[in-house]
């Protein structure tokens, strides 16, 4: 087969969530561990990071990628969902696996994983694994697809466990309670190997956490209670100030208020590293902060990718993100006149919660993503009137976008988001944009 066929086969033969959802859920260890047993069990190559979280963990995941490969260490880095190219949810010191080595691993081992029947997610986690020890990486940082406790990624026994936060997402896969969300995100734990937790919404999970750590015998810390950051502003720039006890002054790419959450978590993770003698250097750090992007490629976070009208995209699709990126949003338009929001969800969203922290003082361009789980623009035109958004409906994100900027000045901000997938579809479109 040729890449974009063994593409096609990997998602018409394997449920895709991306795609479509509850469908494509399919908890459980078991196919993961019979995958990962017909490959030799590659995941024990090398040592693992492992993130779970409702938000943050492509943040997080990425800048401790980018950190330990700027001090000099080859580094797998596996995430999900992608954006543009499958090949972005597999890398190697920023370098997405090759096309032809998608393609020889499913034509090698197609015969064998049939029969197991796996998921796109089991499938393409045991395929990170193997890539990165055919790669023979001195780290790989493993990002949870959804949970924790019952994810395919659960198989591996880490030197680290981090888990961002525990906010009310995917309540119909982990629970309707905060307590019960916890305990499957915290199912990561694993004896002897220390865990972070980055940050406490709700005050009974700290309990919860301590108690799950005790039953797995994993040391717990929390981020929040660091005093490794000492300072630290958004500047006018986009960028962070941050003043850090152990590794000095430096700037943070990423921007938007949930980063500085990020960064206390990732530093956090670097002097447990640091403590277990993994040499991590003062410019490494710097480095990965304030170039994450290049190192490592990540996108869609508060991304900008035009100039003139300003165009910013975000993948925040929750609750919680918006707590977040409705604060961001209220600091930035000090600088513009007119905001401009392009807006899509997944249907599987508390799309009527989250509909409350975006501003009303913004003309809304309503749109769906070409997936089976996107809301019809129509129906979130709706609910949005409801919660006094006013705009228009368009089928399809290019012609939301292509609205938007005939319609914003040059001093106006337009902003792209509320679902993964209208980013995704939105990126390309602005790619060969030469306003960048």
């Known amino acids: 087969m040729t890449y974009e ?17 509850a469908a494509a859920y399919k908890p459980g260890l078991d196919t993961s561990i019979a995958l990962d047993n017909l ?10 990071i492992h993130i779970a979280g409702t938000n943050g963990k492509g943040s997080v995941s990425h800048l401790l990628a980018a950190i330990l490969q700027q001090s000099g260490y080859k580094v797998g880095l596996y995430t999900s969902p992608h954006l543009v190219d499958f090949r972005e949810r597999i890398r190697v010191n920023g370098k997405m696996i090759s096309q032809e080595y998608v393609v020889e691993f499913v034509e090698k081992y197609r015969s064998s994983f049939e029969p197991l029947h796996p998921s796109f997610f089991e499938l393409t986690s045991t395929m990170a694994f193997d890539y990165f020890r055919h790669k023979q ?42 307590e019960k969300i916890t305990y ?55 960028e962070w100030f941050l003043d850090l006890d152990d590794f000095g002054q430096l700037f943070g790419q990423l921007s938007g208020l949930a980063q500085i959450r990020n960064a206390k978590t990732v530093l956090a993770a670097l002097q447990l590293l640091k403590n277990t003698g993994i040499r991590i250097t003062k410019k490494a750090v710097r480095e990965g902060f304030e170039h994450v992007v290049e190192i490592t490629g990540l996108r869609g976070r508060w991304e900008t990718v035009q100039e003139k009208p300003k165009v910013i995209c975000d993948t925040g699709h929750n609750e919680a993100a918006w707590v977040y990126l409705q604060e961001h949003l209220k600091v930035v338009m000090r600088n513009y006149k007119q905001l401009h929001m392009i807006i899509g969800m997944a249907n599987d ?16 361009y309503f749109t769906q993503a070409a997936i089976p789980r996107a809301l019809p623009a129509g129906e979130l035109a709706f609910k949005g009137s409801m919660q006094g958004l006013a705009g228009i409906v368009f089928n399809t994100v290019a012609e939301a976008v292509q609205s938007a900027l005939e319609s914003a000045k040059e001093d106006d901000l337009v902003f792209i988001g509320g679902s993964t997938f209208v980013v995704a579809e939105a990126l390309p479109l602005f790619n060969n944009n030469t306003n960048k």
Do not use: W
Not at 5 to 21: D, K, R, W
Not at 167 to 172: E, F, L, M, W, Y
Not at 349 to 364: G, H
């Open 5 to 21: 066929e063994t593409l096609n086969y990997l998602y018409t033969s394997t449920p895709v969530f991306q795609q479509v959802g």
């Open 39 to 48: 490959l030799g069990n590659p995941h024990q190559a090398y040592k693992t």
């Open 137 to 178: 990486v001195d780290f790989a940082v493993i990002e949870t697809g959804l949970g924790g406790r019952l994810d395919s990624t659960n198989i591996i026994t880490p030197i680290l466990s981090i888990i961002t936060n525990v906010s009310r997402d995917h309540i119909q896969y982990l629970g309707d309670t905060m």
């Open 184 to 238: 499957e995100k915290a199912g990561i734990m694993k004896p002897g190997v220390p865990v972070i937790v980055g940050e406490v919404y709700y005050e009974p999970c700290v309990s919860l956490f301590e108690q799950l750590s005790k039953e797995k015998e994993a040391t717990l810390y929390f981020a929040s209670n660091s005093d490794l950051l000492k300072e630290s502003y958004l500047m006018d720039t986009g």
């Open 349 to 364: 969203k508390d799309i009527d919660d989250i509909l409350t922290y975006m501003p009303q003082e913004a003309t809304y």
